[in-house]
């Protein structure tokens, strides 16, 4: 089945530094990565689209200059937060979908504390 | 705008039982449905997937309905266990011109032994 790898699970950071997380799609082709926030209990809000080769597509209000995306090949897309501030404190998800197919694949999500 | 509302926001249901979650959704021009599920910390793992010309998908002890017309979802589980226990989320493409899903708060079930 359709697996996609997010790294890392957990991280912690200091304000102003800067965090990268990545999304790897392990045994398929994903033309297509999105990335998510989920704050608690509420719904995953998605923040981009990044199609491979292309500049990703920030949703309202998202600023693409502090979340930068970057999707360089089919199987990898990342997420940088640049100067983390604690308000950044979140839950980031991945989701890969398949090229040519349906559904959606998430990877198992970034828990980010910025301190 | 599409909205997708998830009634009730937490489930508690003894083990054995069978249960519905409800999810509705304010513009029925849907291409399609997921139900996902989601363990604490967790990312997402797709239950089930319902195209719009489908009426309901089952998988297991889950069954899955759609009815466009009066924009609803259920997740039917089965003789409910206590590895259900879980937050479910239904999300749905609109097919406008983007892969994106919209998603509700979701349902937070949890099963006791």
């Known amino acids: 089945g359709a697996v996609v790898s997010q790294h890392p699970s957990r991280v912690i950071c200091k304000s102003g530094t800067s965090v990268k997380i990545e999304c790897r799609s392990l045994?398929?082709?994903?033309?297509?990565m999105f990335w998510y926030r989920q704050f608690p209990k509420q719904s995953l809000m998605l923040m981009a689209t990044s199609n491979e080769g292309s500049k990703a597509t920030y949703e309202q209000g998202v600023e693409k200059d502090k979340f930068l995306i970057n999707h360089a090949s089919l199987t990898l897309s990342t997420l940088t937060v640049t100067s983390a501030h604690p308000e950044d404190s979140s839950f980031y998800i991945c989701?890969?979908?398949?090229?040519?197919?349906?559904?959606?694949?998430f990877g198992s999500g970034t828990r980010l504390t910025v301190v | 705008k599409q909205e997708v509302t998830q009634i009730p926001a937490a489930l508690s249901v003894p083990e054995g039982e069978n249960l519905v979650l409800n999810c509705s959704f304010t513009d029925s021009a849907i291409y399609n449905l997921q139900w996902f599920r989601q363990d604490p910390g967790k990312g997402l793992t797709s239950l089930l997937l319902?195209?719009?010309?489908?009426r309901e998908q089952t998988s297991g002890r889950l069954n899955a309905s759609l009815d466009k017309s009066s924009g609803r979802s259920t997740l039917y589980i089965a003789a409910s266990q206590p590895g259900d226990s879980a937050t479910y989320l239904c999300a749905l493409y609109s097919g406008a011109g983007s892969y994106q899903l919209t998603f509700g708060k979701g349902t937070k079930l949890s099963v006791i032994p």
């Open positions: 045994d398929f082709q994903a033309t297509t």
């Open positions: 319902i195209q719009s010309s489908q």
């Open positions: 989701s890969a979908s398949r090229t040519g197919g349906w559904g959606y694949t």
